[in-house]
């Protein structure tokens, strides 16, 4: 079977993996990253987001293989050890959580956005959130985080 | 000796030879958003080999003498932000930037779209209205036929001896020219077409001289209307032409019903849609 080099939260990983494995499965299984989560498994729910190389995509939709020698961040990178990102710190703050689901796929989100656009409108914050589902009907505070969370950024409260 | 499940060619020249050697057993993968769906649903049959086409260097994205060049593997996110398609080929990146989520935009390429060719594959709707022309190539040379014809051209015509499409060319916009795209979804974001409009069409005036309308969602791919380019071309774009094209439209479609919409609603909306870019060009 072949083997797959990739970076996860900082760390090199080797491992075999099957041809068709995803990155989500590569992540939950070998790796035992359980913050991306198995959702619809078709792109539509955005629970398994991850940053690849810094952009934003569906780790259930990733060929594994297709990302060999990638830089993997997962919602478990994004903060240092025992310290909230300032996005996570917003989640927690506006009570952009209800069930939790969601949340990792929010969040990682939410920074490919601000990574990209530190200051951006509503319109803005809605598209790039487009693509990840709440079933607990919370987006009215994953929006108002996200502001929240951009703004402490602007003003010296952790960027990373 | 090929033993291997998963190949990535790091050229044109590999990439050849490998498809043209394992034949029927290679499935061909680039972005990956909708051969995943497949894999995370049933296993790869044993026979199947995956080859990997994202190392090939088909993400160009560049404009040459009025045309423009898009590799296959070019993201849908790439061809949305691309500033030299937002300025001379604005319905391309308008429809590219309509499709699926940002992460899927990420990785989804314009010649997957083309390739997996959904009844309702936004990217081929905007190709196919756009005039775009299909570069295939393999180790035999490159060949080019117009999006409608490469759709329509069983797959072992049309990508024998291993090859692969390689590329988009695409007239840009002229000066003289308009453009309108309406796309029918469930909601504002991610959300799959149940029908979209799109056209290109050059005026002098109030009168159209040639147009390309073509309907996603409608059949079974994306078509040019040929309706709209009797009724039309070289006559003046009146309200009263306009409603005519709205209903003589529908000769031309075949609309199904499923979980999106029902095929009497698409062929209402679908007069609405029609109406609506031909005034946005008038």
Known sequence: MPLLEIKVNGRDH???????????????????????????ETGDCGAC?????????????????????????????VGGSGRLHPIQKAFYENHASQCGFCTPGMIMASKALLDE??????????????GNLCRCTGYINIIRAVKDAAEKMAHGGGDR | MLNETFYSPGDLGQAWSLLSDLGDKAIIIAGGTDLMVRFNRHRRKRSEILVYV???????????DGQMVIGACASLADITASTVVRQKLPLLARACGEMASPAVRNAATLGGNLVTNARTADGVAALMALGAVVVTASA???????????????????????????????????????????????????????LSVSVRARMEGDIC??????????????????????????????????????????????????????????EKAAQVLVRRVLTQIA
């Open chain 1, 14 to 40: 080797q491992l075999v993996v099957d041809a068709t494995a995803s990155l989500l499965t590569v992540l939950r299984e070998h790796l035992h990253i359980t913050g991306p989560k198995v959702g619809c």
């Open chain 1, 49 to 77: 987001s991850v940053l690849v190389d810094g952009k934003l995509r569906r780790a259930c939709l990733t060929n594994a293989l297709s990302v060999q020698g990638a830089d993997v961040v997962t919602v478990e990178g």
């Open chain 1, 117 to 130: 656009n530190p200051n951006p409108t509503e319109m803005e914050i809605k598209e790039a959130l487009a």
């Open chain 2, 54 to 64: 994202g190392k090939l260097g088909l993400n160009v994205i560049e404009e040459t």
């Open chain 2, 140 to 194: 035999a040379g490159e060949t080019r036929m117009p999006v409608e014809q490469f759709v329509s051209t069983p797959r072992r015509q049309k990508l024998a001896n291993g090859g692969i499409v390689k590329q988009f060319e695409i007239p840009c916009l002229t000066a003289d020219e308009k453009w309108g795209w309406e796309k029918l979804k469930q909601r504002q974001g991610d959300s799959r077409s149940i």
């Open chain 2, 209 to 266: 001289r040639s147009i390309r309308l073509v309907l996603g969602g409608m059949a079974a791919n994306p078509f040019v209307s040929k309706t709209a380019v009797q009724l039309l071309e070289g006559r003046p774009l009146s309200p009263n032409l306009v409603d005519r094209v709205a209903e003589e439209i529908l000769s031309e479609t075949d609309a199904g019903t499923d979980a999106r919409a029902t095929a009497w609603y698409r």
